[in-house]
């Protein structure tokens, strides 16, 4: 039997992979994480499951975790237990101990996806790429919302554009829809913070969760958008040659909740304190306390400016609008879908490199099908500035 092997796979992101797999037949999913009991949970949460699923205790990050690998001998390892931000070596982001996970399920002769939406982690995933297509198998890093969906929606709609100027993107989820603690330690991780940004041409520093925008989408209202620091900022220019400028933003839907933070950033920028994770508990349990307000609904917009082939100026909105708390799938989504072409033997060769071109938008989407998930489209034509 083909075995899949989630890590955190009753987190946020690691159970939603779990639910989603546990449709298919032939398989064995092995939820695991540091505590048995919710790995158990999960499994009892799916009578209904096509596959096997077998939780268990195991620790990503302690000694024994490649003996354990070998001993189980899966196929497909999926990594959702982040942050991944904590994984990096400021002083060698390429060392060793920052991809001793991967490196792992390499050793052990199975491919590895993870969720990272790490910049520096996903984009210094080419380190183990000589390793990776020597062995025949596949590391994937940025299986997520970002860089994957992003760079899928782009694709979808770049023939076009005789030239790509612009893209924007922005996430905003809903304050009713589960939060993740990792995601909370991310964001809390660079806000405040300086990183570099393609802005007209130029790279330039800007600062995380600041640069504040305010996005309107039609039937659900208006959202504050703030700076984040996503592997999209290096990996699109860097697919997009032609590209001036790469913008990413995201949101939270209670005004009090996001104008906070971004408030509390600017300590951060007048040195304070060197940065905002030690409040993430009780920012996380304030959160959670104010979740009956709001809305379920979130969104994902990626925004395209250029020039059409008529030679005119050229907007293109994609928006992916998640209703009924459903906005935790779409991350969760891109592991799906490659854990199931690689167990069907649909990717040759090997290799280390972010998620980019590895999918189709249609089949990312295909693969969402039962949600409560809709895309909305719209082209606008724009005087030369």
């Known amino acids: 039997m083909r075995r899949i092997l989630v890590l955190g796979g009753y987190g946020l992101f690691g159970s939603r992979v779990v639910r989603a ?31 096997t699923l077998t939780p268990l205790a195991i620790d990503a990050q302690a000694p024994q975790f490649g003996a354990q690998l070998r001993a189980l001998r899966p196929q497909v390892v999926i ?3 982040g942050p991944f931000q904590g994984r990096i070596d400021a002083r060698a982001p390429a060392a060793a101990d920052t991809y001793r996970v991967p490196a792992a399920v390499l050793a052990a002769g199975a491919h590895s996806i993870d969720l990272a939406d790490s910049r520096m982690y996903v984009g210094g995933i080419g380190a183990l790429d000589h390793t990776a297509k020597a062995a025949g198998r596949w590391v994937i890093s940025g299986a997520s919302s970002v860089p994957s969906l992003t760079a899928a929606a782009i694709e979808s709609q770049r023939s076009a554009f005789s030239r790509l100027d612009k893209v924007e993107a922005a996430i905003a989820p809903g304050n009713r829809t589960p939060r993740g603690w990792a995601t909370t330690l991310a964001i809390l991780g660079y806000a405040g913070q300086p990183h570099r940004c393609l802005i007209d041409g130029a790279w330039r520093e800007v600062h995380g969760w600041q640069s504040l925008r305010r996005l309107k989408v039609e039937g659900i209202g208006t959202r504050w958008l703030a700076r984040c620091d996503v592997p999209d900022l290096d990996l699109l220019p860097a697919r997009y040659p032609e590209l001036r400028s790469v913008e990413f933003r995201a949101g939270l839907e209670l005004g009090r909740m996001h104008l906070g933070l971004w408030l509390a950033t600017w300590a ?30 979130g969104l994902m917009r990626v925004t395209l400016h250029g020039l059409g082939h008529d030679g005119e100026a050229l907007r293109h909105d994609w928006t992916l609008i998640a209703r009924n708390g459903d906005g935790p799938q779409i991350p969760a989504t891109a592991a799906v879908l490659l854990a199931r072409r690689l167990l069907r033997g649909e990717m040759a060769g090997g290799g280390a490199l972010p998620c980019l071109d590895l999918f189709t938008l249609d089949a990312f989407l295909q693969t969402l099908e039962g949600f409560a998930i ?3 489209e719209s082209k606008s034509r724009m005087e030369h500035a």
């Open 268 to 297: 951060v920028r007048a040195g304070l304190t060197r940065n905002l994770d030690r409040f993430a508990k009780p920012l996380f349990r304030l959160s959670e306390y104010w979740q009956r307000i709001g809305s379920d609904t």
């Open 79 to 81: 990594d959702t237990a």
């Open 374 to 376: 809709e895309v909305v």
């Open 21 to 51: 797999l546990a449709a298919d037949a032939d398989v064995e999913i092995c939820v695991a994480g540091r505590d048995p009991a919710k790995a158990r949970s999960v499994c009892d949460s799916l009578p209904d499951a096509r596959a």
